[in-house]
Each structure stands twice: as structure tokens, then as C-alpha cells.
């Protein structure tokens, strides 16, 4: 929008009233068919320029705070970069050349060098003699004015009332000028949101894809899982259960052919066999059940199943496991309770297949609007980004994301190689819905 021309003014020789309506109406022909702002400062003010006999002159634009007024456009001078730079800016404060916004009216002086308001000039302006300023108004309001200088002859009456009329038409013009440009700003500002808009979607659309094919390898590999589950629960059923019962249905043969005969004391170390046999299968039968889904969580709540599962991960692994319990601990969803539960499961199963740990902590932190579960080992630690490139171990990630996701939480994991893991879960709770627990922790 600022521009410094370089073209020095055309000068009229006839002046009459025909010319310079036929001027006028060029003037207006040409700004119409302008677009941009600072093409619509530089014509105008040629014109005037012109149809004045000018040597030099300015338009000044008011800022936004109406404090100061920005010269715009200037022609017939030839300010270097620094000048332009220092003093593009007018104080609207009562000078010569401000009076004409601030009073709302044309300003002229035979000789501005010695005008009574006159205050000075910046160094390197060249001398200003006849000068003549009328404002630029839009509905009777000042926006800015343009000014011309140095005329062989004073300025007159005649020459006020043009450079008026060529004002009211600039105005018009800068208007539409600068509306034009607001709607291209906002034109361009629209296609870059829409563009960026539409690269967000196929963003989202791409990794929507990439989730889905994720969650359904998770998927078929939860069902391989709990297929695996099963076998194995059948296994131990088969070949531990089983073979316990062949054994009690042996000693009870037994002991009812020790009966028959009246060996009654044979007969009672039978029925003895047979007890303790029973009470080996109830055990089998709580172990499994337990695995499926512990009594202690739908009994006694969150707090106490963690608890509990860690005295049990540390007696079959014989890795140290402590379960702090902090807040106060209180009955949750039922979906939350095993969602934190399951996860708990995995990052410990983790820690006993893979970390090579010494010790772990189980830390889990009751607020008022959320739940913090916390798994830290000691362990060997491992590359989080190289895994989750290359699939070793992702889909073991990936349903744990999956599950903090399902919960409305998130799932944060920290390790380096040879620096242990950490795992913290947080998920959002509800308060309504909630019961309280003693905290035994």
C-alpha cells in the first residue's frame, strides 16, 4: 500500500472549466477500473497533481487510533528509504498541514515557510511555499486529507473547490479500494482455512484408516488371545483337575471295598484322601476363576483387588511388588473398575516377561474428578519409538491405549534403555454414581 513514485507530474496549460470536468471525469474512469489501494493512491494523486499545476504533494490516511496520519502516497518528491521511514507519520496536532483533518476543512497558505502555524520540517524536505490541504471524508468524517505544494501562483478559491471535488471522488475510490482489499484478505484467509480445513480432514481420514486397520489386528489378535485363554484353562482343567478327580473316584472305589470288608480304619484314611483331593480341586477351580475375574473386585472395589494382585504377582514371580494406595478410596463403574484392573494386569505381565526387573510399585491415587494408576519397575527399560516403528511389542501398547482410550483417559509411557518404565494412567471419574471406601492403604 505505501509507495514512494518516481513520476514527476504532468502539467495543464488550459484550465477551463470544460477541461477540467473532462479530467474529472478520466480521473474517475480510470480509479474505477484500479483495484488495488495503493494503484488507486499513486493515480489520484497525479491527477491532482496535475489540475492543480503542482510540483509535489501527499495523501495522508488517518491510523486507527486517529492520532496520527500515515503519508500514504507521495509524488514530485523524492525521499530516500530512511526519511520515508522516520516520518511517514504526521502528529495530529495543530500544524499547517494537520488543521486540515482536525478542522475538518481546506487549509491554504501563499507561503507555508511563514505560516503562523507552521512548526517546522524534517530535515531533507525540501521547502513548501504555496500549499493548499483539503480532507478526505467519509459522511462529513475526516479519514485523511491530500495536500499539494508549490504551485507557481498561489492557490485560489477555484482551485479549492476542484481539488474538493477531486477529494470526494478519491474518498470514494480509497473506499471501495480498501473494501475491496478487506474482502480479498478475508477471501484469501477463508481458502487458507478451508485448505488447511481439508488437510486436517484427510489428516484425521488417514489416521481413521491407519486406527481402524490397527484395531482390527488388535482385534483378530484378542480373539487369537482369549482362544489361547481358553485352551489353557482347558489344559489346566484337563490335566490338573482332572487327574484329581480320577484320583478321588479311585479312593472312593477304594474306600467302599474297604468298607465291604470292614476295614474301617483303611477305609477312613481313604475318605481322608479323598477330602484333601477336593479340597486341591476347590483351589484349582478358585485359581481359575480368580484369573477370569477376581472376587475381590466385584466384592470389595478397586483398591483391594490391586492390592491384592500384588501380593499374588509377587508370589509367582518372585519379583518385590508394593501397592500404595493414596485418596480416598471409593467404588467406581463398573467398566472403570476392570478397564484399570486389565491394565494393571498387562503392564505387570509386561514387567515379568520383558523388563527384567528387580523391584515394582504399583501406585494408585484417588481424586476428586479422576483416577491415577502408576506402574514403575526398575527393569531394563526399552526403546519406545523403535518399538512402536517396528510392531515388536505394539499390539501389547496398542490395547493398552486402546483400553485408556475406551475409559475416556489417557496412557502415558516413559522408558529408555537401561532406565526402567513408567506407566501412568489417568482416567477422568464421576462423583455422582460413586461410593466411599475406608482407606486401609
Avoid at 497525479?46 to 500514504?72: P, R, W, Y
Avoid at 520540517?121 to 468524517?141: C, M, S, T, Y
Avoid at 481402524?212 to 489346566?236: H, P, S
Avoid at 472305589?253 to 476347590?282: F, G, P, Y
Wanted: with cysteine; hydrophobic share 40%; net charge negative.
Amino acid at each position: 500500500m505505501l509507495h514512494k513514485a518516481q513520476l514527476e507530474p504532468p502539467h495543464l496549460t488550459n484550465t477551463q472549466p470544460y477541461q477540467r470536468l473532462q479530467a474529472l471525469y478520466d480521473m474517475a474512469v480510470e480509479l474505477s477500473a484500479l483495484r488495488s489501494l495503493e494503484s488507486v493512491l499513486d493515480t489520484a494523486l497525479q491527477h491532482c497533481l496535475a489540475l492543480t499545476e503542482s510540483q509535489f504533494g501527499f495523501i495522508g490516511l488517518n491510523t486507527a487510533d486517529s492520532k496520527a496520519m500515515d503519508v500514504v502516497a507521495i509524488q514530485g518528491f523524492h525521499p530516500t528509504s530512511n526519511f520515508y521511514k522516520e516520518n511517514r507519520m504526521i502528529p495530529l496536532r495543530p500544524n499547517i498541514f494537520a488543521r486540515v483533518v482536525l478542522e475538518n476543512r481546506p487549509i491554504s497558505s501563499a507561503d507555508a515557510m511563514i505560516d503562523p502555524t507552521r512548526i517546522g520540517q524534517p530535515k531533507g524536505h525540501p521547502p513548501v511555499n504555496a500549499f493548499l490541504g483539503v480532507p478526505l471524508r467519509i459522511q462529513d468524517e475526516p479519514i485523511g486529507m491530500i495536500g499539494v505544494a508549490n504551485r507557481p501562483l498561489p492557490y485560489d478559491d477555484e482551485h479549492e473547490q476542484l481539488l474538493m471535488t477531486y477529494a470526494a471522488q478519491v474518498t470514494i475510490v480509497i473506499r471501495n479500494a480498501q473494501l475491496y482489499e478487506q474482502l480479498k484478505s478475508a477471501n484469501e484467509k477463508l481458502e487458507h482455512k478451508v485448505e488447511l480445513r481439508t488437510r486436517q480432514l484427510e489428516a484425521a481420514k488417514e489416521a481413521l484408516a491407519d486406527k481402524a486397520a490397527r484395531l482390527q489386528v488388535l482385534l483378530t489378535e484378542t480373539f487369537d488371545v482369549q482362544e489361547r485363554e481358553r485352551q489353557r484353562i482347558a489344559q489346566d482343567m484337563h490335566d490338573g483337575m482332572n487327574q484329581l478327580l480320577i484320583g478321588a473316584m479311585l479312593e472312593l472305589k477304594s474306600a467302599h471295598q474297604r468298607l465291604a470288608n470292614e476295614n474301617l480304619t483303611q477305609a477312613e484314611d481313604s475318605l481322608q484322601t479323598v477330602q484333601t483331593i477336593l479340597r486341591r480341586v476347590e483351589s484349582e477351580i478358585k485359581h481359575v476363576i480368580y484369573d477370569l475375574r477376581p472376587p475381590t473386585l466385584d466384592a470389595l472395589g478397586l483398591a483391594a483387588a490391586v492390592r491384592r494382585y500384588a501380593e499374588r504377582f509377587e508370589g509367582y514371580t518372585d519379583i518385590p511388588c508394593k501397592a500404595a494406595i493414596f485418596g480416598e478410596a471409593r467404588r467406581l463403574r463398573p467398566n472403570v473398575e476392570i478397564g484399570v484392573y486389565r491394565l494393571l494386569q498387562e503392564a505387570l505381565q509386561n514387567v515379568s516377561t520383558h523388563a527384567q526387573a528387580s523391584q515394582v510399585d504399583v501406585l494408585m491415587a484417588f481424586a476428586p474428578n479422576k483416577l491415577k494408576l502408576t506402574i514403575l519397575d526398575n527393569g531394563c527399560g526399552f526403546d519406545l519409538v523403535q518399538m512402536e516403528a517396528n510392531g515388536n511389542g505394539r499390539l501389547g501398547l496398542l490395547g493398552m491405549r486402546e483400553r485408556a482410550e475406551s475409559l475416556g483417559g489417557r496412557l502415558a509411557i516413559e522408558t529408555a534403555a537401561g532406565q526402567g518404565t513408567r506407566v501412568e494412567l489417568v482416567v477422568p471419574i464421576r462423583e455422582e454414581g460413586d461410593w466411599r471406601l475406608e482407606n486401609r492403604g
